[in-house]
């Protein structure tokens, strides 16, 4: 593995549990995850904190916290047409007419699954 490839795979982690600003990542996870393949990935830690992407913090569970810097490099949000047009295609799918609609769960379950945490504060700001 790269440099760039470990460093993203380490973001990667953020990202798949959706962590946001002040949310971690334990360090026993990422241990798993690059000392099974033989990877040398502390260097790639301390050069994203040294970014002020991420911060080591030790305790009773050690991990990599998210800084507010990290969260804005990690998501990006799609426009707001983007975020409407998935909430007309859950109306489709659901063969909604005039006057009926569903519940917001619906929405969680469905179209919120699949957005990163900036899309999911902005989708839930359009929809009120």
């Given at each position: 593995?790269?440099?760039?490839t470990?460093?993203?795979?380490?973001?990667?982690?953020?990202?798949?549990?959706k962590?946001?600003a002040?949310?971690?990542v334990?360090m026993?996870?990422?241990n798993?995850?690059?000392?099974?393949?033989?990877?040398e990935?502390m260097?790639?830690?301390?050069?994203?904190?040294?970014?002020?992407?991420?911060?080591?913090?030790?305790?009773?569970?050690?991990?990599?916290?998210?800084?507010?810097?990290?969260?804005?490099?990690?998501y990006?949000?799609?426009?707001?047409?983007?975020?409407i047009?998935?909430l007309?295609?859950?109306?489709?799918k659901t063969?909604?007419?005039v006057?009926?609609?569903?519940?917001?769960?619906?929405?969680?379950?469905?179209?919120?699954?699949?957005?990163?945490p900036?899309?999911?504060?902005?989708?839930?700001e359009?929809?009120n």
């Amino acid at each position: 593995m790269t440099n760039i490839t470990i460093r993203e795979a380490i973001l990667d982690l953020f990202r798949r549990s959706k962590c946001k600003a002040g949310q971690m990542v334990p360090m026993r996870t990422i241990n798993m995850k690059f000392q099974r393949q033989g990877v040398e990935y502390m260097s790639i830690i301390n050069q994203l904190e040294q970014e002020g992407l991420v911060e080591i913090k030790e305790g009773s569970l050690t991990g990599l916290f998210l800084t507010e810097k990290g969260y804005d490099e990690i998501y990006t949000c799609r426009s707001d047409n983007s975020l409407i047009d998935l909430l007309m295609s859950q109306f489709r799918k659901t063969n909604c007419k005039v006057g009926q609609g569903f519940m917001f769960r619906t929405l969680q379950y469905t179209v919120m699954n699949n957005l990163n945490p900036k899309e999911e504060v902005r989708f839930i700001e359009m929809c009120n």
